[in-house]
């Protein structure tokens, strides 16, 4: 198993960055593609971005695309994501997850463990 933990949350201004972390305990983290998903009050989880086990493949949503770059560190166990040009429709909690299986899934059903979650809240 692996346990997540997202930070870097917080209150940004539109146009603003924010750099979000999220912390991997257990297994071995290069075992594990990451992806991160956000969720804005009353609409459904939805994927943001994904990174292989390597890291040499990354993919995102077009929302996010050019804006928004995920990169991961596996000796510190830790996956990022770097938000840029942020607009109010970002506002959400945004969400870490691993899975075990190949490639870079964008679907939620496919990850099996999951951080607690980071408020991003941005203002217009």
């Known amino acids: 198993q692996v346990q997540l933990v997202e930070s870097g949350g917080g209150l940004v201004q539109a146009g603003g960055s924010l750099r979000l972390s999220c912390a991997a305990s257990?297994?071995?983290?290069?075992?594990?593609?990451m992806g991160w998903f956000r969720q804005a009050p009353g609409k459904e989880r939805e994927f943001v971005a994904t990174i292989t086990r390597s890291g040499g493949s990354t993919f995102y949503a077009n929302s996010v695309k050019g804006r928004f770059t995920i990169s991961r560190d596996n000796a510190k166990g830790t996956v990022y994501l770097q938000m840029n040009t942020l607009k109010p429709e970002d506002t959400a909690t945004y969400y870490c997850a691993a899975t075990s299986r190949l490639g870079s899934p964008v679907g939620k059903e496919a990850y099996g463990y999951w951080g607690q979650g980071t408020q991003v809240t941005v203002s217009s």
């Open positions: 257990g297994r071995t983290f290069s075992s594990y593609a």
